[in-house]
């Protein structure tokens, strides 16, 4: 198992040339997808720039504002814009900070995957080593996760406070 570590303590200034204010981490990066963590302190800013893949720009906390093409609005956590591939893009704050996930995807078939159409690769029936094909991915089961408790039923005996 690996644990990445990111956040405070982790962080680097970070983004294109012209930004400020913006510091962060990446988390994972192949030949699939680059994720990074971004802190924006308040007034900072991600100059508007394009890049060939599409991009997931995913807020944590806090808030902002996001740009594509000439369009700007604002932006919440638990809110995610998605930025083209060639399009000028950007960020930035006002008075307030914002902590975002950034997942850029750097296949061909993205768009694909963002409509939820994902596929395998396998290898193909004759057994080549270098020969693949794809196959639908099937939905997963699951279920919710254990209800956290509230503030008031918390334990604090059982580990850190709340």
Do not use: C, K
């Not at 988390?27 to 991009?55: K, V, W």
């Not at 638990?78 to 950007?90: K, R, T």
């Not at 020969?131 to 059982?158: F, N």
Request: glycine residues 12%.
């Amino acid at each position: 198992m690996e644990i990445r570590r990111f956040g405070p303590g982790h962080r680097r200034p970070d983004g294109p040339a012209g930004t400020q204010g913006v510091s962060g981490q990446t988390i994972h990066h192949d030949g699939r997808a680059a994720i990074s963590e971004l802190a924006f302190q308040r007034y900072a800013a991600i100059t508007p720039h394009s890049n060939p893949n599409t991009t997931l720009f995913i807020v944590i906390s806090g808030g902002g504002y996001v740009q594509v093409g000439t369009e700007r609005t604002r932006i919440n956590h638990g809110e995610a814009v998605v930025w083209p591939p060639e399009v000028p893009h950007g960020a930035y704050t006002d008075g307030s900070e914002m902590r975002a996930i950034v997942v850029e995807l750097s296949s061909p078939e993205d768009a694909r995957l963002l409509e939820g159409a994902a596929t395998e690769v396998v290898p193909a029936r004759g057994g080549a080593a270098d020969e693949q094909r794809r196959r639908p991915v099937t939905r997963a089961d699951g279920a919710l996760a254990e209800r956290q408790p509230l503030r008031d039923e918390y334990d604090s005996s059982e580990g850190e406070p709340w």
